[in-house]
């Protein structure tokens, strides 16, 4: 079984800049897409960013040029460099992560804890 668990939310002023990770945990035959989504109070869910198993990356228009997302193959590890934050970016962002299970080859998709981004005007 897969689990996501995140790390690096907290307090920043707007301006400023914060680092998010997530290792996915667990057997699985591939690790494929990961990313990261956001809920605000009040509001669904949306993708802030994600990339593919070979670099491919999208992102919600509104972090663009501000946000960087990355990962690292070898230890299923997603990460989210978040600059200029504005009071708008305070979320809960979440972990998101798809592949295939290592016994039944099935479509996997586990989601992180959440972790809360609060940016301070």
């Known amino acids: 079984q897969v689990h996501a668990v995140e790390s690096g939310g907290g307090l920043v002023q707007a301006g400023g800049s914060l680092r998010l990770s997530c290792a996915a945990s667990?057997?699985?035959?591939?690790?494929?897409?990961m990313g990261w989504y956001r809920q605000a109070p009040g509001k669904q869910r949306e993708l802030v960013a994600a990339?593919?198993?070979?670099?491919?990356?999208n992102y919600a228009g509104s972090v663009v040029g501000r946000f960087t997302i990355s990962r690292d193959n070898a230890k299923n590890t997603v990460f989210l460099q978040m600059n200029s934050l504005k009071p708008e970016d305070t979320a809960v962002y979440y972990c998101?992560?798809?592949?295939?299970?290592?016994?039944?080859?099935?479509?996997?998709?586990?989601w992180g804890q959440g972790t809360l981004v609060t940016v301070s005007s």
């Open positions: 998101n992560v798809q592949g295939i299970t290592a016994h039944t080859y099935t479509y996997l998709e586990v």
């Open positions: 990339i593919g198993s070979g670099g491919d990356t």
């Open positions: 667990g057997r699985a035959a591939s690790i494929n897409e």
